[in-house]
C-alpha cells in the first residue's frame, strides 16, 4: 500500500512568492496533520483535520499560512507571502484515529526561501 | 500538557556496540501512548513503534527492544550490536486524550563502522 504522498519533495523559493505544499494521505485515514521541522523549534505541529474538517490551527504561525482539505484523499498547505523564516521541512502525516492510532508520515517538503 | 525529554542530544558508538535511548515523559492523562520514530539521513519519519499507557510489556523486534516503565514515566529504546545503518535521529513522541504528538527533541546516533 502507497503511503503518505508529498509534493514537491524540494521547494526553492524567493520571498514573497506563493508557495503551495501538497498531501495525499493513506486510504481509509480520516486524520491529517502538517507539520514543520526546524533545527531551532523541532518538530511542531501547524494543524490538525479530522474528517475533512480543521479541528485545531493553533500551530499555524501566522495569517500567511493557510490549510485545506477539500477531500479525504487531498490537502495542501499554502504560505503567502513566503519569508525565509519559513525554511524548513514539512511533514504531513495521517492516522486512522488520532488519539490511538498510529501517526504515519510523508517524506517531507524542504523548503527554502530565498 | 505533554512533556518529552530525551536527555542525550548526540551519541556515537562503534558498530556492533549497543546502544540505548533514553526517554522520559510527563501527562496528567490516565491513558496515553508513546511512540519511537527514526529519521535516517534522508529525512523521512519512519515508524518504529507504539505503546499504550495499559500495556508495560517489554518488546524486541530483531535487534532492537523497547523498555517501558510507568513508575518512572520512561519509555527507553536500546539497540543491540549496532550497525551502520542505524545512524539516524531518533524521536520518542506522546500523545494523550487529545490528538497531539508531542515530540521529544531527538537523539542523533552515529555508529561508525
Known amino acids: 500500500d502507497a503511503g503518505v504522498i508529498q509534493s514537491p519533495r524540494h521547494e526553492v523559493t524567493e520571498m514573497g512568492q506563493e508557495v503551495t505544499l501538497r498531501c495525499k494521505p493513506i486510504?481509509?485515514?480520516?486524520?491529517l496533520f502538517w507539520y514543520r521541522q526546524t533545527m531551532m523549534r523541532g518538530l511542531e505541529l501547524l494543524i490538525y483535520?479530522?474528517?475533512?474538517?480543521?479541528?485545531?490551527d493553533s500551530g499555524m504561525p501566522e495569517d500567511r499560512f493557510s490549510a485545506k482539505m477539500p477531500n479525504a484523499s487531498f490537502s495542501t498547505l499554502k504560505i503567502q507571502p513566503s519569508e525565509p523564516r519559513d525554511s524548513a521541512v514539512y511533514f504531513c502525516?495521517?492516522?486512522?484515529?488520532?488519539?490511538?492510532?498510529?501517526?504515519?508520515f510523508g517524506p517531507g517538503t524542504r523548503l527554502l526561501v530565498l | 500538557a505533554q512533556k518529552v525529554t530525551q536527555a542525550q542530544t548526540e551519541i556515537s558508538v562503534v558498530e556492533k556496540e549497543d546502544v540505548t535511548l533514553d526517554c522520559v515523559y510527563e501527562?496528567?492523562?490516565?491513558?496515553?501512548?508513546l511512540f519511537w520514530y527514526k529519521q535516517p539521513p534522508s529525512g523521512e519519519l519512519v515508524f518504529l513503534i507504539r505503546r499504550n499507557s495499559f500495556d508495560e510489556q517489554n518488546e524486541i523486534s530483531g535487534r532492537y527492544s523497547w523498555n517501558f516503565q510507568k513508575s518512572t514515566s520512561s519509555f527507553n529504546f536500546t539497540i543491540t550490536a549496532s550497525q551502520v545503518v542505524d545512524s539516524a535521529v531518533y524521536f520518542c513522541a506522546l500523545s494523550g486524550n487529545d490528538y497531539k504528538l508531542s515530540f521529544g527533541a531527538g537523539t542523533t546516533v552515529t555508529v561508525r563502522a
Open positions: 486510504s481509509g485515514h480520516n486524520s
Open positions: 483535520f479530522n474528517n475533512n474538517v480543521p479541528i485545531d
Open positions: 501527562t496528567r492523562d490516565t491513558t496515553y501512548y
Open positions: 502525516a495521517s492516522s486512522l484515529v488520532p488519539q490511538e492510532e498510529t501517526q504515519y
